[in-house]
């Protein structure tokens, strides 16, 4: 049986042997077909970076094999502008800088300035502005201000934004104004709009609150007249924060809520957490509890979502491809020939006859079949085995990586031998529970010859990736006392937020840092401290009486603020006892409501048990928390200090 099977498998190859032979239909290279490579890829741009890509490597590959220089530079250009709309700054800055040289090469003016203006654009995301300030004036140096006014513009424009980055505000000032008086001349206005809103960041900057409004109105105004729903969306985000400052709470929320909507509609998450922020400081101002806790939880969820960006980005971009290749078939099936349509029927054929052979095969040894099932069964035990210990590698790995947490986590022996021995002080507790195994909130203290520091910090996210960050902000707090010397805390946290802004603004403009407080407690100066804060301000119980603190609303890292750390002091009395947290505890939803704990419920939980001792304390938050919680799942990591002089 097995010998006539085989023959009418031979019989039939033969009888459609032709259906394989078909003469190949590779495409003849020359710069024609390069050029239609590039047209395609213009194609795309924004709405498609990744199809932009796609075809400028291939357009790029065949300039290559028949050294076509010209076809090279525009496929070079086409990667660069691709891989800055990505993102990823460090691939686009290889190809320009290699378009760059075949221009030069060229002599090609308008390529020499296009590229040269790229560069400088790319070298500003990665926050490396003083290159990028020498590309942009490369740039202009091929720029015809009377045929060119456009571009001239932006070019100075994008000058002024490097120099406001590194705060000369005196050439700022220069192009910034050569870019406004062009933009008027030529009623070039949604242009002119950007060069507002750039002027209003820097009053903004500044705290020059009315000056700053004047031209954010300004944008706000053209950009909704000609439906530019982006830059919209930006400068209403500016003018709720602009109100916000100027504690016009209503004004500041009919704008928060346009730049919410908008954010939705345009899918901008940036943008509309930036929004969602300041609205709940203006809820929280109000006393409006159910606006302000819907808004926290969205906030949250939103939180973490982000983390999620650039996987989505993937599976976009994957599917962005197979649509393509797909519109692809569609046009070349439209386009096939008689001839072609015959071979295809031919081809049809064979793998049906094939496929029929196939069956007769299984159908002759179906007695096999228990012997297959066994076999599956067989396999199909050893994979959900192999699963089981993947799982566990990866339950192990985390598990190490606590391990590896808490050891750079200070010991509670070296914070009780400074706290207790050295600086005299009459106790302390840490309550530390984080949501996960590992954690985004962690405590920290070191010792020079001079004094003490403990840190108490917030990182961006919880579990894995708050984990990883912790580990950087760690590592970071360590090179800025014990490495690079600083000795105030407002320069510390001022020298990491440099580090994470040049080391993390690659990625997608994420916004990844920390909120804390950082404590110096120097041995000469009896109860007398120094400490900066970010976000959450630590405080003071007195004989039972709160004693808040102040502390600076910003982040340790990428957000709209740039002004320095401030450095703060206070001085301690006998019986004080001083806090520092993190917002897990007071964000922590519970009761009876299903609501949110707060800051306010939480300093008189404090307030309550400072009577007690470190330990009793501890005890009471933990039977509180577990109380308040209930069957809610714990929102995020808790971390609590105090310290009693």
Request: aromatic share 14%.
């Amino acid at each position: 049986m097995k010998i006539l099977l085989f023959n009418i498998l031979i019989s039939i190859c033969f009888l459609n042997k032709g259906s394989f032979c078909q003469n190949s239909n590779k495409p003849q290279l020359d710069t024609n077909y390069v050029n239609k490579i590039i047209e395609k890829a213009r194609k795309f741009g924004w709405n498609s970076p990744d199809s932009q890509l796609y075809y400028a490597k291939q357009a790029l590959t065949a300039s290559a094999t028949i050294n076509y220089k010209k076809g090279m530079l525009s496929s070079y250009q086409l990667m660069a502008s691709a891989e800055y709309i990505n993102g990823n700054y460090s691939n686009g800055l290889q190809a320009a800088k290699k378009g760059l040289i075949i221009a030069q090469w060229l002599n090609d003016k308008q390529a020499l300035r296009t590229i040269n203006n790229s560069i400088g654009l790319l070298y500003q995301q990665m926050g490396k502005y003083k290159e990028s300030i020498a590309y942009f004036k490369n740039s202009i140096e091929y720029l015809d201000i009377e045929k060119y006014p456009e571009a001239y513009a932006s070019t100075c424009n994008n000058l002024a934004n490097s120099y406001y980055m590194i705060r000369d505000f005196d050439n700022m000032f220069k192009y910034r104004s050569i870019a406004l008086k062009i933009r008027k001349e030529k009623r070039l206005i949604s242009a002119l709009a950007d060069t507002y809103n750039d002027i209003g960041e820097y009053y903004l900057y500044l705290n020059k609150l009315d000056s700053a409004e004047y031209y954010f109105y300004a944008c706000f105004r053209i950009k909704d007249s000609i439906g530019d729903l982006e830059m919209k969306a930006l400068s209403s985000l500016n003018l709720g924060n602009v109100y916000l400052r100027k504690t016009d709470y209503d004004k500041a929320e009919h704008y928060l809520l346009i730049c919410k909507e908008l954010a939705y509609k345009i899918s901008a998450p940036y943008y509309l957490q930036d929004a969602l922020h300041k609205l709940v400081e203006v809820y929280e101002y109000k006393k409006d509890l159910a606006t302000e806790n819907n808004l926290l939880k969205h906030l949250l969820q939103l939180k973490d979502s982000l983390y999620n960006v650039e996987n989505q980005k993937q599976l976009n971009r994957l599917f962005t491809e197979f649509e393509t290749e797909k519109k692809e078939l569609e046009i070349k099936n439209l386009k096939i020939t008689q001839e072609e349509e015959k071979k295809r029927n031919r081809l049809i054929y064979s793998f049906f006859s094939i496929g029929l052979i196939f069956l007769i095969l299984f159908l002759a040894f179906v007695y096999n079949r228990y012997k297959v099932i066994k076999k599956q069964k067989i396999e199909i035990e050893t994979q959900k085995k192999i699963v089981e210990v993947k799982n566990k590698e990866i339950l192990d790995s985390i598990n190490y990586a606590s391990i590896i947490q808490k050891a750079l986590i200070t010991g509670n022996q070296k914070i009780e031998e400074y706290l207790l021995k050295k600086l005299n002080f009459s106790d302390y507790f840490i309550f530390f529970k984080p949501k996960d195994i590992v954690s985004g909130d962690f405590y920290w203290a070191t010792e020079t010859e001079k004094g003490f520091y403990i840190a108490i910090c917030d990182s961006t996210g919880h579990g894995v990736p708050g984990a990883f960050m912790s580990l950087l902000n760690i590592n970071l707090l360590n090179e800025a006392i014990n490495i690079r010397g600083f000795t105030m805390p407002n320069e510390i946290f001022s020298f990491i937020r440099q580090q994470l802004i040049y080391n993390l603004s690659t990625e997608a403009e994420k916004k990844d840092g920390m909120d804390g407080t950082l404590f110096y407690f120097q041995f000469h100066e009896e109860k007398k401290f120094l400490y900066a804060s970010a976000f959450n301000a630590p405080i003071i119980v007195r004989n039972n009486e709160l004693i808040p603190l102040e502390c600076d609303r910003m982040p340790v890292g990428q957000s709209e603020h740039s002004q320095d750390f401030t450095l703060f002091s206070f001085q301690l009395q006998d019986n004080d006892w001083l806090y520092a947290f993190s917002d897990g505890f007071s964000d922590q939803f519970g009761g009876n409501e299903k609501k949110r704990l707060k800051k306010k419920a939480f300093y008189n939980l404090l307030t309550e048990i400072s009577s007690y001792n470190g330990k009793k304390q501890k005890e009471k938050l933990s039977h509180f928390l577990s109380q308040w919680k209930g069957n809610e799942e714990q929102v995020d990591d808790i971390l609590i200090l105090g310290i009693k002089i």
